[in-house]
């Protein structure tokens, strides 16, 4: 199976930075696209920024710019590095993984826990 956890959620300034961290674990065959979601209450879970295990990457364009997104297959993580901040950048963030268990199964997505993102003054 496949564990996903997230780090480096927390309060920050507009105009300020934060970097999340994501690192998937466990006993899998590989994990293909990594990912970042986000979610407000009320609203539904919406894409951030993926990247697959060759590099290409599909970023939201509200986010275009500002975030940037990068991995490491040796170590099975993905970060986000989050820039100019705004208030409505504020959500919890998901990591998702998608992972092949055995080489004969499917790919299915894994979420960590999420992490809490406050843009704030």
């Known amino acids: 199976q496949v564990q996903v956890v997230e780090s480096g959620g927390g309060l920050v300034q507009p105009g300020g930075s934060l970097t999340l961290s994501c690192a998937a674990s466990g006993s899998f065959f590989r994990i293909e696209t990594m990912g970042w979601y986000r979610q407000v209450p009320g609203k539904e879970r919406e894409l951030v920024a993926t990247i697959t295990s060759h590099g290409a990457t599909n970023i939201t364009d509200s986010v275009k710019g500002r975030f940037t997104i990068s991995r490491d297959n040796a170590k099975n993580t993905v970060r986000l590095i989050m820039n100019s901040l705004k208030a409505e950048d504020t959500a919890v963030y998901y990591c998702?993984?998608?992972?092949?268990?055995?080489?004969?199964?499917?790919?299915?997505?894994?979420w960590g826990q999420g992490t809490q993102v406050t843009v704030s003054s």
């Open positions: 998702k993984a998608e992972g092949q268990v055995r080489f004969w199964m499917g790919a299915r997505d894994y």
